[in-house]
């Protein structure tokens, strides 16, 4: 089951409801891209609007539209399972599931050799 979650456009063209909506489903895993946490570009951006003498309604946009990128990785962030969980916590839990896991593997082939499964 693989799914991604949308990241908001770089150009903010997105409405506000849709974009709530993509993140705030708790029934999808939180599944990211490495570019929704950067933000080199839009500083750039700013940076170069400022730099150019533009317009301050354009570079107030700019502005706008990496405050929502921020808001939008402080979602993401806040959704992952197990962020409350410290390091040693998460170690134990994956232990206890690993071996759960290989319990019923072991189930698994013992009940695939008896005689109704056998070959």
């Known amino acids: 089951m693989s799914s991604t979650r949308a ?3 770089h150009t903010g063209n997105q409405p506000s409801a849709e974009k709530e909506a993509a993140t705030t489903d708790s029934s999808q895993p939180t599944v990211f891209r490495k570019s929704d946490f950067s ?12 730099l150019t ?3 301050q309604d354009e570079i107030g946009k700019a502005v706008a539209q ?3 990128r921020f808001e939008y990785g402080r979602r ?7 962020l ?14 690993t071996a759960m896991l290989e319990a019923k593997k072991k189930q698994l082939a013992e009940y695939l050799s008896l005689p109704p499964f056998a070959s």
Do not use: C, R
Not at 39 to 50: E, G, Q, R, W
Not at 86 to 94: C, S
């Open 7 to 9: 990241s908001p456009p």
């Open 39 to 50: 933000f080199h570009p839009d500083f750039s951006d700013i940076v170069n609007l400022i």
């Open 53 to 55: 003498g533009s317009q």
């Open 66 to 68: 990496l405050e929502e």
């Open 76 to 82: 993401v962030l806040q959704d992952l399972p197990g």
């Open 84 to 97: 409350h969980y410290v390091k040693e916590e998460q170690e134990a839990i994956l232990s206890n599931e």
